[in-house]
């Protein structure tokens, strides 16, 4: 059974940075492509980023230049670095493997 713990989040001011990680169990990690999502207060969860099982990338507009997304096949570790971080960028990221498995998500706060 797959198990997808994050960790990394906290409170950051505004153009900061935070790296998420989340550790994966459970899975042939290697093999699978991963994503990160997020929900913003009172917003729906939308997809942030995703990488494939071979490193190509993808990325949601707004945080095009801003976020990496990466892994580590060793340590089964999904990685997701976020840069000049911006308000609109807080709220709960979550880690997903496609297609239902997902973490308890954390918690990202951008101050002004």
């Known amino acids: 059974q797959v198990r997808l713990v994050e960790s990394g989040g906290g409170l950051v001011q505004t153009g900061g940075s935070l790296r998420l990680s989340c550790k994966v169990t459970?899975?042939?990690?290697?093999?699978?492509?991963m994503a990160w999502h997020r929900q913003g207060p009172g917003k729906e969860r939308e997809w942030v980023a995703s990488?494939?099982?071979?490193?190509?990338?993808n990325y949601t507009d707004p945080v095009k230049g801003r976020f990496t997304i990466s892994r580590d096949n060793v340590y089964r570790i999904l990685y997701l670095q976020m840069n000049n971080l911006k308000p609109e960028d807080a709220g709960i990221y979550y880690c997903?493997?496609?297609?239902?498995?997902w973490g308890q998500g954390i918690q990202v706060t951008v101050s002004s």
């Open positions: 459970g899975i042939n990690f290697r093999v699978n492509s």
């Open positions: 990488i494939t099982s071979g490193g190509s990338t």
């Open positions: 997903h493997r496609p297609p239902n498995g």
